[in-house]
């Protein structure tokens, strides 16, 4: 029945059907096939979506509109362009720059690409090939899962139950998200000087730093605020989400004062259409996890995998090969989800750190959000940048390598990911 | 087909309506789960104090926001596919193909539809644990934004089968 569900989600697929409904034919069939009544659908949809830890993901998502509303991403691109826009190829810096903050305050890749291409893409594709700019906005966008606060971790440690805390996996991802934005701005300064890109920032003062640091100020005071109180204990992390909600309209309303109260509608409805994109994946899927469950494939794959290696790095090693596949035919919250279930008590089994294992997991799929053929954060700046997928695919892959680069180098040297985690008791 | 296109107006005009509500839903739904979970917050820390249904009626405006906004997502193409096969196919082909494939969906939508709505009436006379409402308004919302899907579905398999749901 595992098969046949498999099987018939992937010929819906690529016959263009969207996927939350492809995952949903899947599930209609899984059930059909064991006989089982047809009204485990309704119950197993609305449970699957009914779950206080998945509110963060519309939260984090208006927050994201709200600030770009708000006028929020300007001032963050003036303190880029005040510390990094002097160097040759300049304004890619700024993007990555510019990633890197908003990471700090944004949860979704897809919210950040919106948000960095609508404000970057004109500069950067004034100095560079559009294919280029897109590149590296998309890579700067992918920087808001890794770095905390992030929607995915949140999904992850909610499906992945009681062994991850949502905290402690932020933790993981600060080192390794500062050293991939360090390798990704070392990335564009050997393009620019091998293109020869043109220097376009004004000279390097300190005092314009610090100017702009003082703007910034209440900006940059948001992630202490929202990531401090997960991380503290003070509220849960969809807590923090909502209270990110609540900063970004202060700020939009009283700081920048750019954002109107007519502004409100589309951002809710915006938001509510990003969730559902999401929630219907997450609804489909959790049914199709369900029938895979009853027809005992877990335990089936589990015994499986343990005939073919008792290594915990071969075993971690076929995960991510898994994964890239994966990330190429699902959207990563759907990815969770089903797959979570499934591998991570395995990977406990095989006495890897929850905390390590579940890192990786969420970095894998974030990565494949840059792949074609479902790379979403590409169709976002393909959109923005109105070039094709091909274009933009021929632009990402150095990143894309840095990235697969960065994941085995953290799979073989956990400190990477643990230590932060660790020193802070998780 | 004669007849299908005189009907294609009307069809659109309802179908508008109902996603002008649908929008309304999802504002008051997100709006009103912010407001209630930073209050909980506020609740909790200012007046040392917790608001007991905050937790079950947050959910609930979730569950709406969630499948009543599937519909409107339809409507706009956000549903993400693989149109890595349906890219290269001639116009006619993709038509013929996508035609059946929206009609599909659209079945799938109908059937969550029924079924939402039947156990939700079953249990109707259930009460959710911190208020005094019918446990069946979650399933409702399955029931009502399964409807809704199934019928912008089934317009766009008949009326324009570009396979993504995209409003033409």
Avoid at chain 1, 41 to 67: C, D, H, Q, W, Y
Avoid at chain 1, 285 to 302: G, H, K, N, R
Avoid at chain 1, 389 to 397: L, P
Wanted: aromatic share 8%; net charge positive; with cysteine.
């Amino acid at each position: 029945m595992t098969l046949t569900m498999i099987g018939i989600f992937f010929l819906a697929a690529i016959l263009g059907m969207p996927l939350a409904f492809s995952l949903g034919v899947a599930a209609v069939s899984g059930i059909l096939v064991s006989g089982f009544g047809l009204n485990v659908l309704p119950s197993r949809m609305m449970n699957a979506v009914n779950a206080f830890p998945l509110m963060s993901i519309p939260f984090f998502v208006l927050a994201g509109e709200i600030m770009m509303k708000a006028g929020i991403m300007q001032r963050l691109i003036d303190l880029a362009n005040a510390a990094v826009g002097q160097v040759k190829g300049g304004l890619a810096h700024v993007a990555m720059g510019a990633g890197l903050g908003l990471s700090t305050v944004s949860g979704a890749a897809v919210a950040d690409a919106s948000a960095l291409g609508g404000t970057l893409m004109g500069p950067l594709s004034k100095y560079y090939s559009r294919g280029f700019s897109a590149a590296v906005l998309a890579a700067a966008a992918n920087l808001g899962p890794i770095i905390p606060p992030s929607g995915a971790m949140i999904v992850y440690a909610f499906v992945a139950g009681s062994t991850v805390s949502v905290g402690g996996l932020f933790m993981a991802g600060v080192l390794p998200g500062l050293i991939l934005v360090t390798g990704m701005m070392v990335l564009c300064s050997v393009y620019a000087h091998v293109k020869d890109l043109p220097r376009t920032g004004e000279s390097f003062s300190l005092r314009r730093i610090a100017r702009e640091a003082r703007r910034s100020l209440v900006i940059l005071m948001m992630p202490v605020v929202v990531i401090g109180g997960i991380v503290g204990g003070a509220f849960t992390a969809t807590e923090g989400s909502a209270i990110a909600v609540v900063y970004a309209l202060l700020i939009g309303f009283f700081v920048t004062r750019q954002l109107a109260l007519k502004d409100l509608p589309e951002a809710l409805v915006n938001t509510a259409i990003t969730a559902a994109g999401v929630g219907a994946m997450i609804a489909f899927a959790s049914v199709v996890t369900y029938m895979m469950t009853i027809d005992l494939f877990p335990m089936q794959l589990a015994s499986w995998l343990k005939e073919v290696t008792t290594d915990p790095i071969v075993f971690m090693l076929i995960v991510t090969g898994v994964l890239v596949v994966v990330g190429c035919f699902l959207e990563s919250n759907a990815a969770y989800v089903m797959l979570v279930p499934l591998l991570h008590p395995i990977a406990v089994s095989y006495g890897i750190d929850p905390l390590h294992f579940g890192f990786l997991f969420v970095f894998n799929l974030v990565i494949g959000m840059l792949t074609p053929p479902v790379g979403v954060v590409l169709f976002v700046l393909c959109g923005v940048a109105r070039i094709g997928i091909g274009e933009i695919s021929r632009a990402i892959w150095p990143f894309v390598l840095l990235m697969y680069a960065l994941l085995f180098v953290c799979m073989f040297f956990p400190g990477i990911v643990l230590t932060l985690p660790r020193a802070l008791g998780y | 087909m004669a007849v299908a296109r005189g009907l294609r107006q009307p069809v659109d005009a309802v179908l508008r309506v109902l996603d002008r509500l649908a929008r309304g839903v999802c504002v008051v739904t997100i709006g009103g789960m912010v407001a209630i979970v930073a209050a909980q917050v506020f609740a909790r820390y200012v007046l040392n104090n917790s608001i007991g249904w905050a937790d079950e009626i947050s959910r609930l405006l979730f569950v709406w926001s969630i499948f009543l906004a599937i519909p409107v997502a339809i409507r706009t193409g956000n549903h993400i596919g693989i149109e890595l096969l349906t890219d290269r196919l001639p116009p006619r082909a993709r038509a013929a193909l996508a035609r059946p494939v929206t009609a599909l969906a659209a079945a799938l939508m109908l059937l969550v539809a029924w079924q939402s709505f039947a156990v939700a009436f079953a249990q109707w006379d259930e009460l959710m644990v911190s208020v005094d409402l019918s446990a069946g308004l979650f399933l409702l919302a399955v029931g009502v934004g399964g409807l809704l899907s199934a019928l912008n579905l089934l317009r766009d398999a008949v009326f324009v089968a570009t396979g993504t749901g995209a409003d033409a």
